[in-house]
């Protein structure tokens, strides 16, 4: 029997409805719909946002998939593995599966493994991929603070790489996106302390969600509990926009006269 | 009179289908939508990816803004300030106005200067941001190829500033997504040779659309126009997965035993 089509489906950053229109239509069509989440007693934010779409005349099975938060390859290992193989036993029996993820599903996301790792077992296996509003885009807009402009670069970075690794994107980027900030916000916080850029800089936890919150002043993290989806966006704002940029050029051009 | 509400509205890359569910609401629902274009004789992307979702019964007002693809000032700055007014006007007669976007509103729009400008002159305007799929999430997944993984870094690079800035991120970044390299194509194709990253880049124009375009041999392109709303994407795939991570970290572990 021909194999189910696999489909990657990215449900946003948290709001119902900052789904797409496409993905909205898999969510109601398709027979198969693959959950992931932590542990079987942890909820699952991409399952909280596709719930209110769920079509109550549809018959469709939720095939919830344990992924642990951990980097324990002891514990990973066969988790993945009994994930992988209840999602080839749907696509086996030829029926169609889409994979929900939080965000956008090639950015930062679980579904990556998935797709190498069926791709790679089974050549043939077609895969759509539907994108999603990811997190990257969602914070600055709930901080109301325009990320990059035309003359701006952008790094988004694991904070998990250490600080170092930001120092020197500090020097080199306009506006810097770190991604789950909880295992070193003190020595972040010191850190932009140091680079005189504090005040560029905001925290955001589960944006775009009932339990959203913004700090905006990082000082206040100092002892408190981050959580491990949280984000710190510093925008150094040293330029801003084709028109603010020729305005200097100006000045600097009438220093030179 | 009460000023309007201001939203600056992403509509997603390209296909009508990636609007969110909030985009499409607004657009059906809102009296005013302000549509930017190049000039009086181009389509605007943001209109056709908007048009399937207009309510016909709907009575709404579509306001064209020219926003010129230059940099000159001349030119440039008495076009913003034209298309500024119009958008105040409507505010002023207490209506509320959508600015559509292509892609998202924060992340290299032409909303960030709206926004800026506006807030800036009456700081009680009231304004909702409405985040879109960026290019930067659908090229890739029209590429089939993920974009970073939960231990890699990515930097998103106008091409404009010049390959040494490109060259710099090549060292420190796993996955550089470049905007508008029409204008550096050929020095960039032999910086990406020198750097033995050439089958790691592949270009996409006009993702999602009826008239996308990968090619993922960026040597056919030598000799050929790009267009102006083109990403080259290269994804150097050094590391892939904690699972991969681990096992090489077991790898250098063996060689010091």
Known sequence: MALGKLYGIGVGPGAPDLVTLRAYNLIRSLPVLAVPRPNPYASSLAFRIMSPHIDPEHKQEHLFLEFPMTKDPEILIP??????????????????????????????????YVHDTLKE???????????????????????????????????????????????????????????????????????????????????????????????????????NRCIYFSMVVINKKTRSGVLKGHKSAEVSHGHHA
């Open 121 to 223: 077992k089974y050549p043939e296996l077609s895969i759509e991929v539907v994108p999603g509003v990811s997190s990257v885009m969602a914070v600055p807009i709930v901080a109301g603070m325009p990320l990059v402009d035309g003359q701006e670069r952008l790094a988004v970075i694991p904070a998990s790489y250490g600080l170092e690794s930001i120092r020197r994107a500090l020097q080199d980027f306009d506006a810097i996106v770190l991604m789950k900030v909880s295992s070193v916000i003190e020595g972040l916080i010191t850190l932009l302390e140091e680079e005189g850029l504090l005040d560029a800089a905001y925290y955001v936890e589960r944006a775009t969600t009932d339990e959203q919150r913004i700090v905006r002043d990082l000082r206040e993290l100092r002892g």
């Open 79 to 112: 988790a993945w593995n009994k994930a992988f193989a209840e999602i080839e036993t749907v696509l086996k029996r030829g029926e169609d599966i889409g994979f929900v993820t939080q965000g956008d599903p090639f950015l930062y996301s679980t579904f990556i």
